[in-house]
């Protein structure tokens, strides 16, 4: 799927298809991004770092943007869980990983973002991270061991941070 804000470049769906007829048993697979600013400025590549496990994902340890993720249909079809109005994305990825499904890595730019301070992720970013910190307590009992500390210390840490920030005790 794609974002208003965000587009392919020329290409991307001849590498995307040659990655996946080249290798397979990929099912899940996300390519690198570039990233432009308001009116256009180029601003940097996101090269994918992707989501490698659940705890990986839930710590927010990875960096891969969405317009670069591609799934084959069988996982596509297990489709976004609608309550979520921001973070959509990362719970798929969680539940992906959480059921054994692995993101690889194409290092090339397939996709383009815009960030500008009327993009949803800019304007709105507080509850990105809001939802963020609700999607892993959600699924953090499903991890184990230092993985679920991992998680758990990410997601107090941040909440702390951000209610220092506000100048509130966090509860």
């Excluded at 899940?28 to 659940?54: H, I, Y």
């Excluded at 499903?142 to 998680?151: D, N, T, V």
């Amino acid at each position: 799927y794609i974002n208003s804000d965000d587009g392919y470049l020329p290409g991307a769906f001849a590498a995307v298809t040659r990655y996946f007829e080249s290798h397979p048993d990929c099912e899940w697979l996300c390519g690198d991004t570039l990233l432009f600013g308001e009116g256009g400025p180029f601003r940097g590549l996101s090269v994918a770092n992707v989501p490698k496990s659940a705890a990986h994902a839930l710590s927010g340890a990875y960096t891969a943007a969405q317009p670069g993720m591609f799934w084959k249909r069988p996982l596509a079809q297990l489709g976004f869980d609608e309550r979520w109005q921001y973070c959509f994305d990362h719970d798929l990825y969680v539940r992906l990983l959480l059921a054994s499904h692995t993101c690889e890595h194409l290092a090339t730019p397939i996709a383009f973002y815009r960030h500008h301070g009327s993009s949803k992720t800019v304007a709105e970013g507080s509850l990105f991270d809001d939802e963020f910190g609700l999607i892993a307590a959600k699924y953090e009992d499903r991890l184990a061991g230092a993985q679920r500390r991992w998680s758990a210390s990410t997601r107090l840490l941040r909440g702390s941070f951000a209610a220092s920030k506000a100048g509130k005790p966090i509860d």
